[in-house]
């Protein structure tokens, strides 16, 4: 079993609705969790960082971490085609040098 | 600021053979880490540098190496390559200390097709 799970979907949904995407972890040691963002043929790159258990919203994202479920959620509000992208979660045990885990990753789609 | 950069983009090998990849992390940066990328499996650590010394190593064979130079350039190699290798090869480069928000910074990848 990985240490996250993140179902790889495909999503699909219209513009303007609201996105949820979500990946559980097994290890409690985790204490730093990522939303990166995938664009075909390119790198991920950062979108929501979040430390512990809270939540923390950006525009029209809002990242989740639920530590005593060991959950976390992303939301989009007001999705929009240029949201059109793989979503994967990461998270750390929060040494400087370290290692991210990654999910596999949720490939969505919004249509105008 | 430029970017990570790697290199070559796209590579094409055969069974057997080795293969080098480059990185040349963003100005200033001092740790460098590889990724690989599957469908099946998603992005798995390979490992990771800082002042070139390996710091972190995933549970890969010891196929797969690298090193960092002392300008944080990195290099990653594959041995004996097998058709299991056929990946997207991410480099990340981040601060030292800047590791705690997870800010990596991503490369656009070497996809590397072994036939």
Not at chain 1, 32 to 60: A, H, I, V
Not at chain 2, 15 to 24: D, F
Not at chain 2, 88 to 108: K, R, V, W
């Amino acid at each position: 079993q990985k240490e996250v799970e993140q179902d790889p979907g495909p999503l699909s949904v219209p513009e303007g609705a609201i996105v949820s995407l979500n990946c559980t972890y097994s290890n409690s040691a985790f204490q730093y969790f990522m939303w990166y963002r995938q664009y075909s043929r390119k790198g991920p790159e950062l979108l929501m960082y979040t430390y512990s258990s809270g939540n923390k919203e950006d525009g029209r994202f809002t990242a989740q971490v639920d530590k005593s479920s060991k959950y976390i959620s992303l939301f989009i509000r007001d999705s929009q085609p240029s949201d059109s992208a793989t979503y994967l979660c990461a998270m750390n045990r929060g040494s400087t040098l370290g290692r991210l885990y990654f999910g596999r990753g949720t490939q969505l789609t919004v249509w105008p | 600021k430029a970017g990570v950069t790697q290199t070559p983009r796209y590579l094409i090998k055969t069974r057997g053979q080795q293969v080098t990849l480059s990185c040349s992390p963003i100005s200033g940066h001092r740790s460098v880490s590889w990724y690989q990328q599957t469908p099946g499996q998603g992005l798995q650590f390979l490992f990771e540098y800082f002042s070139e010394t390996q710091r972190n190593k995933g549970n890969f064979p010891g196929r797969f190496s690298g090193r960092q130079f002392s300008n944080s350039r990195s290099e990653m190699n594959v041995s004996t390559l097998e058709l299991g290798d056929s990946a997207l090869y991410l480099c990340a480069s981040s601060l030292m200390g800047q590791m705690n928000t997870g800010e990596l910074f991503f490369g656009e990848g070497s996809r590397l097709t072994v036939l």
